[in-house]
């Protein structure tokens, strides 16, 4: 039994044993059904049956299912920075995290596309704890960050799963993606915890933490949706927040989520594939050697990386006008474009809850704010 086993994807040889077991669940039904709409069933179970690879599921279904989710819920997905990437060569994305599928997804969907190696990607267990959604998971190439453990328990589970991603990467030859927080980001504001990098550095041999970050290849990664289906589920947690009061997940909440996040309307979206971290690994390096310090300085290259490329859209422009009260980015967006917002906002929330309001609309603001603080500093 491989030390990995509690948290890795499956290996090739058990793929086709997991699809066996999947076959005739009605969630697998649903999803060839949506992705395959006009193929019959005996057809598509046959195709199911004779898959014994990860790729060959990722291609042939999970890709497709994806395309469909794309043409049925979107209007399309852009990216940039794509041709900055090798062939046949393993890089460490950390990206902003806004839908729990979908991120990772889209991102391998579009590396597939550009001929580059696609990633295994970092998925919370309390995700994943229908036995279908696991597996399915895990057909994905998607391995577990462990959640709800004790401070020991916690470290250890750090270690292994720092240890695992340093191996697909260096090792294995594939491409690792991980949140650059725990969670999805829930108001907008799209920050990289240094809890995360010390996690990733716990497998690091060498003598300056900065030397093993340029080892694995690390490259930020920006996605913005022009809408998140997910916007009014954030809600209750936003207004437990600004309530100061804890806030307690539904039973089955995470789930909703996750289906939201697949079939709901999110109009245009763009991925952009920023720098691979080199000279600013060397300069962090040049400027101290207090391993914290080092932390929180690559923690903010990430950010000034992702929060500048991040592809503002009309919605933003118009959050950031309501929040406002002003007109201040009216040539960002047309009178019909503010107007189906504002409808969205009328059917999504309560809108006579002026904290509620405030709070959604700050969700799709503070991208606006947070570009504009870069946009002031390069005019100094």
């Known amino acids: 039994m491989s030390k990995f086993d509690k948290i890795r994807p499956y290996y090739d040889a058990e793929v086709n044993e997991a699809l066996r077991s999947s076959i005739n669940h009605p969630m ?19 195709q199911l049956l004779r898959t014994h690879s990860i790729r060959d599921f990722q291609i042939n279904f999970a890709y497709e299912a994806v395309k469909k989710v794309l043409e049925k819920t979107s209007d399309g997905l852009t990216t940039s920075g794509f041709e900055k990437l090798e062939p046949n060569t393993a890089y460490f994305f950390i990206s902003n995290h806004r839908d729990i599928i979908l991120d990772t997804s889209l991102l391998n969907v579009s590396l597939h596309e550009h001929g580059l190696v696609m990633t295994a990607s970092a998925i919370g267990d309390n995700l994943v704890k229908k036995d279908f959604i696991l597996k399915l998971s895990k057909l994905n190439r998607n391995f577990l960050v462990q959640r709800n453990l004790q401070p020991r328990e916690l470290l250890e589970s750090s270690k292994l799963l720092s240890e695992y991603m340093y ?13 650059q927080r725990e969670g999805r980001t829930k108001d907008g504001n799209d920050a990289t915890h240094t809890g995360v990098l010390k996690m990733m550095a716990m497998a690091s041999d060498e003598k300056n ?24 589920l954030k809600m209750p947690q936003l207004m437990a927040e600004a309530n100061d009061e804890i806030y307690t997940k539904e039973k089955n909440e995470d789930f909703i989520t996750l289906l939201s996040g697949i079939i709901g309307q999110k109009k245009r979206i763009h991925i952009h594939i920023g720098e691979v971290l080199d000279s600013e690994l060397t300069q962090i ?22 929060l500048q490329s991040y592809k503002l859209w009309p919605t933003n422009y118009i959050a950031y006008d309501l929040l406002h009260n002003s007109n201040n980015y009216a040539d960002k967006y047309t009178e019909k474009e503010k107007q189906l917002f ?16 405030e709070s959604f609309l700050a969700m799709y603001a503070n991208p606006v704010i947070n570009k504009l603080k870069y946009e002031k500093i390069e005019s100094v």
Request: charge should be negative; hydrophobic fraction near 40%.
């Open 28 to 46: 697998m039904k649903a999803l060839m059904d949506f992705a395959y709409p006009n193929v019959d069933e005996s057809i598509w179970k046959e």
């Open 167 to 179: 191996r697909l990467v260096s090792k294995e030859n594939r491409s690792v993606w991980i949140a």
């Open 209 to 232: 933490n900065m030397d093993f970050f340029k080892k694995i290849k690390l490259v930020p990664v920006s996605i913005s949706y022009e809408y998140d289906p997910t916007d009014a």
């Open 285 to 306: 390096a040049e400027e101290t050697n207090n391993t914290n310090k080092q932390i929180q300085a690559l923690a903010q290259v990430i950010d000034d990386s992702i």
């Open 342 to 357: 504002e409808r969205r906002l009328e059917l999504r929330i309560k809108t006579d809850d002026v904290k509620m309001k």
